[in-house]
């Protein structure tokens, strides 16, 4: 399997504009998730999706920001409008825990964002 | 809110010699798991080690999980230069299955040939 695959891998966008972050989960996992790392924040779970279903987005930072899941092997990371602020690495991650076995996630390498 | 917490934030040492890293977290958790950086990549999952465990090993990785200091460590034998990278704690919180993983800020591990 190719593993989770993230695009674009680099961002620089002028802030005010859209950006749109794109997961492809390995496929047959049934857990999709959105982190957020910055130096001064470290890894934030933003949002996660159980078989396409958003689950918890407590973590979304504000209205700004959106995801959504219309397939198993397909995900969006929305930033509308974006800021400064919103620059860090988002990494999409999927997984397939059962009960007992605990749930390993498998990252992708991330979208490097920029907003000038 | 950050669950784990790394200690030290970072740590250098020479090939050969032993890394200890050490986590705490503030929950009631089903499991803990250690993951790695390589710098400009994604996270990947090294050992996971259930709360009714309290150590385990998997080659030179080493890890022991203390539940009542809700406290974990990890250990990297006979370090090499290619272990540099961060480190990183990450906690599965207790009851129900929501599956969701809370991740501490990590331990820079430097390894000096």
């Known amino acids: 399997d190719a593993g989770v695959i993230q695009s674009p891998r680099h961002e620089v966008t002028e802030m005010g504009q859209e950006v749109t972050l794109r997961c492809k989960p390995i496929?047959?996992?049934?857990?999709l998730f959105w982190y957020r790392q910055t130096m001064m924040r470290g890894l934030e779970l933003l949002i996660y999706f159980n078989n396409n279903v958003p689950i918890d987005d407590s973590g979304m930072p504000e209205d700004r920001f959106s995801a959504k899941m219309p397939n198993a092997s397909f995900s969006t990371l929305k930033i509308q409008p974006s800021e400064p602020r919103d620059s860090a690495v988002y990494f999409c991650?999927?997984?397939?825990?059962?009960?007992?076995?605990?749930?390993?996630?498998?990252f992708g390498e991330g979208s490097w964002l920029t907003v000038v | 809110s950050q669950q784990g917490e790394e200690d030290p934030q970072a740590l250098s040492i020479q090939e050969g010699e032993n890394a200890t890293m050490n986590c705490s977290y503030k929950t009631s958790i089903n499991n803990l798991q250690w993951y790695r950086q390589n710098s400009g990549r994604g996270l990947v999952h090294l050992i996971l080690?259930?709360?009714?465990?309290r150590e385990k090993h998997s080659g030179r990785l080493r890890v022991t999980l203390d539940t009542s200091k809700k406290s974990s460590s990890l250990l990297i034998t006979a370090s090499r230069a290619a272990d540099t990278a961060s480190y990183f704690c990450a906690t599965e919180g207790a009851g129900g299955s929501n599956y969701k993983l809370t991740f501490g800020k990590g331990t820079l591990l430097t390894v000096n040939p």
């Open positions: 080690i259930r709360s009714n465990e």
């Open positions: 496929s047959g996992h049934d857990y």
């Open positions: 991650a999927s997984s397939f825990p059962r009960p007992r076995s605990g749930n390993t996630i498998y």
